[in-house]
């Protein structure tokens, strides 16, 4: 619940809020299409979502997004899922995300950071330039419109580059970081069967090398569609045999030329895990992305040509493929490829003082982290062009603000966001133009009507729900890959409530607009903003022979920690000593993430099931946030009630 007239932490001044780009963007919506020009966001959300194709429409207009073909009209079809935006339209993404080289060709588009912290520019003609030698060497390699193309890379410019120049050429880009294991990296290249792999020879993290080779050599064997294979001598070692030469594809000083493609033209794949069976192959398309991406950078995160964003973020996160599109805005962006603590807990600062970031977006966690540490930013770095921390991840909790606010700057925008992999955006967070309050996100995004519902489909305020949107967004899928009747996307998202997105988060809508997140409905991992199924740990931990069967849970905390345990049932004669615990964290180590190893491995009596089989994860979760068991589980439908005693009794002790 909120309080009647809290005072907020933050609110923007007259002149700040002037110069606010949703600001100039509402008074020029008025003019032209009838939007609101008083009542300020509240007013102009409300259109918005009112006037959704009218919105969508003035947003394209004002970011000047060039349509190489004219749509028919802006939304086709409003059903979800299958909205159709802007049919008949073509366009390149790429194209956008180098518009700037045109007017600002010897400014820096990237700035390349390692853990020397030593920020390397890479310019937008440079930029350019690569983007097209690598788009003709792609279509002499014979990628056409379609055809996927992988990259095995941590967050460096070979990853920019490798995303535009097959965004160039109308093909599809998926990523993995280097730190996935083989396993997690071929249950997501193997679904989309791509044709070309580039990929790193290892990584730097922590002051350390770590070598790739073998993984890669595993990926190729494993990957049959692959046509080539391109080697990016990050470690300085030889090309494999067989492989190319990233430096002899990114030479020629050649115009791109950017295939013209369908408005739903996929853009990307992009991963997300359920709780059972493979992750999710998400599909977002060349312009939902482009349009909705522009929306929230330039409107919600006020970026544009003096920018400098910078979000601590990996290639196999959806915030990464969001750090790009900064381009689109003519932001510069920073790429930071390593430990997000090395050398100390304040490396993230650092980075933030040395690249001069306008916009620095990191974790919940991390900010947790610093506070923990006694770092202290504004006294140990030069952040005055600082005008916005950002955070994700997970909810940041109100130590947290109260830390932004005190250790960083009073006059400092916290931007608390949240959306999801799913549609590569934010449902609710950043507002130039509102207040801030302690532990809230400022408001909804525009053309996103989001709601909380109770489990009949009403609306709260005030009061928590489940995160709802009512109405089709543009970046929202367009299919999941080898889902062809659509059956496995409809269950996702629209199988509680049909026509109506439910995501998967608790949330509170206030009666004064803002938005609370209270962590996950459903029982998603989500370590460091890295989201991965339970289905992925159950399957290298019960590899083990010594393990019968097993269940984890992850736990939001109130104080903005993240409980990860996994509860292992033994099989008989087993024990669980030093060296099974050791061997159950190097096999989640190695196998799927460092991230996701537990923080305890807990020895039970057994897993509880629902009758019908599958392992109970969000009543055990509910019992270990402390919710009586009557109204954690329905009794009739789990198979051993008796089983249930035992995390009720360590949820009693852990209080």
Known sequence: MTSANPTPLWQPDADRIARAQITRFQAWAAERHGAPAEGGYPALHRWSVDELETFWKAVTEWFDVRFSTPYARVLGNRLMPGAEWFPGATLNYAEHALRAAATRADDPALLAVDETHEPRPVTWSELRRQVGSLAAELRALGVRPGD???????????????????????????????????????????????????????????????????????????????????????????????????????????????????????????????????????????????????????????????????????????????????LLTGTTIVLYDGSPGHPDTGAQWRVAERTGATLFGTSAAYVMACRKAGVHPARDYDLTRVQCVATT????????????????????????????????????????????????????????????????????????????????????PIRFWNDPDGSRYHESYFAMYPGVWRHGDWITVTSRGSVIIHGRSDSTLNRQGVRMGSADIYEVVERLPEIRESLVIGIEQPDGGYWMPLFVHLAPEAVLDDALLNSIKQTIREQLSPRHVPDEIIEVPGVPHTLTGKRIEVPVKRLLQGAPLEKAVNPGSIDNLDLLHFYEDLARKRA
């Open 393 to 476: 991840g997970s909810p940041l909790p109100p130590d947290g603000f109260a830390w932004l606010h005190d250790e960083v700057r009073d006059d400092l925008w916290i931007a608390s966001v949240s959306g999801g992999t799913d549609v590569c955006s934010c449902f609710a967070g950043a507002v130039p133009s509102l207040p801030v309050y302690i532990g809230e996100l400022q408001a909804p995004g525009l053309g996103t009507d989001l709601q909380s519902w109770d489990p009949s489909g009403t609306a709260l305020i005030d009061e928590v729900g489940e995160l709802v949107v009512t109405n089709p967004m543009p970046s929202m």
């Open 148 to 326: 996927r193309v992988s990259g095995y890379l941590p967050n460096i410019p070979e990853a920019v580059v490798a995303l535009l120049a097959t965004a160039a050429v109308g093909g599809v880009w998926t990523s993995c970081a280097p730190d996935f294991g083989a396993r997690s990296v071929l249950d997501r290249f193997q679904q989309v069967e791509p044709v070309v792999l580039i990929t790193v020879d290892g990584y730097r993290y922590g002051g350390k090398e770590h070598d790739r080779r073998e993984t890669v050599a595993e990926l190729r064997r494993e990957l049959p569609t692959l046509r080539a294979v391109v080697h990016i001598p990050l470690l300085g070692t030889d090309a494999p045999e067989g492989a190319l030469e990233w430096s002899a594809l990114t030479s020629a000083d050649v115009e791109p030329v950017f295939e013209q493609v369908p408005f739903d033209h996929p853009l990307w794949v992009l991963y997300s895990s359920g709780t059972t069976g493979l992750p999710k192959a998400i599909v977002q398309s060349q312009g939902g992305i482009l349009i909705e991406h522009l929306k929230q950078l330039g409107l919600h995160c006020d970026l544009g040509p003096d920018s400098r964003l910078f979000w601590y973020t990996s290639t196999g996160w959806m915030m990464w493929n969001f750090l790009v599109s900064g």
